[in-house]
């Protein structure tokens, strides 16, 4: 009984060291979460705020939320809420979602070689392995220019999460 105690405690601990977040969403939110946006394109910006109210650190969230403002409403919001939240916690700047939503912005600017730097980072940052989104958009990038490092990535994706649907989507349109 009391290994299993010991057991319990140190899974969580590692859970909480693998995420790498400032501040810990539980594991079963942030699939929640996860499961949510990768399925579902129609969710409201108040989604994010519900979440928001309760970890207003989360580097999680205001990653996502960020990458998620910059291609359903607009990169000027996205920034304008990455840059305000970093004002709050500067050490999201060593976040691998804060990455991937300054990765974003730079791609909706056209600025390719910076977003891919910033894609590059979020995955280097991205210890617990989740972000699956970052290894999207590296696909994006080497799609025309490099089909075997484009797919790596996109396979990298579908390793996170095998029922990704935009990556399948992209895989099986890959092959024609």
């Known amino acids: 009984m009391i290994l299993k105690f010991y057991i319990c405690i140190i899974i969580n601990l590692i859970a909480m060291n693998i995420f790498s977040q400032k ?24 989604y994010f705020n519900e979440y928001l109210k309760k970890y207003p650190s989360s580097d999680y969230l205001i990653g996502i939320k960020a990458y998620y403002l910059c291609y359903n409403i607009s990169k000027d ?80 994706s579908l390793k996170i999460d095998d029922c990704f649907a935009t990556a399948l989507y992209e895989l099986s349109i890959s092959f024609y």
């Open 23 to 46: 501040e810990i969403l539980p594991l079963d939110v942030l699939l929640k979460i996860d499961k949510k946006i990768t399925i579902d394109d129609t969710i409201s910006i108040d």
């Open 77 to 156: 919001s996205a920034f304008t809420f990455l840059d305000e939240a970093i004002k709050k916690h500067s050490k999201l700047t060593e976040s691998s979602y804060t990455n991937l939503a300054l990765g974003a912005i730079k791609n909706k600017e056209g600025n390719i070689p910076e977003a891919k730097n910033y894609f590059l980072k979020s995955i280097q940052l991205d210890k617990g392995k989740l972000n699956k989104w970052a290894c999207l958009e590296m696909y994006y990038i080497y799609e025309t220019k490099d089909s075997t490092l484009a797919l790596n990535y996109l396979n990298r």
